[in-house]
């Protein structure tokens, strides 16, 4: 069974940086693409990031981009999101997923986790 258990997020004040984690198990990610996704309140899910299976190349919404940065440990079986600058727009749940193609689009991903809670305050 596949499982996506993402951690690492808080409350934070705005400026300040967070480091996701999300930690595979019954999957080897080494296989896999794998992306970070974010929901706010009200609103659809929407792409954050994605890293290739040898994390040769990543990509980033416009809105991270520049304070984002997406990493993997294959070793580990752990993808890692860092967020710096927080901004409130940036308060959401951030799941984690796995894909079989480097993908920005959520349908293109097979495997999720719970999701974690960021919480920027102004």
Not at 3 to 15: H, I, Y
Not at 48 to 66: E, F, L, W
Request: glycine letters at 10%; charged letters at 15%; aromatic letters at 10%.
């Amino acid at each position: 069974q596949v499982q996506l258990v993402e951690s690492g997020g808080g409350l934070v004040q705005a400026g300040g940086s967070l480091r996701l984690s999300c930690a595979a198990s019954g999957i080897r990610i080494s296989n896999y693409a794998m992306g970070w996704f974010r929901q706010a309140p009200g609103k659809e899910r929407v792409f954050v990031a994605a890293i290739t299976r040898n994390g040769m190349m990543m990509a980033y919404a416009d809105s991270v981009k520049g304070r984002c940065t997406i990493s993997r440990d294959n070793a580990k079986n752990t993808v890692f999101l860092r967020i710096n600058s927080l901004k409130p727009e940036d308060t959401a749940v951030y799941y984690c997923a796995v894909s079989g193609t480097y993908s920005t689009t959520s349908s293109s991903y097979a495997y999720w986790g719970q999701g974690t809670q960021v919480t920027v305050s102004s």
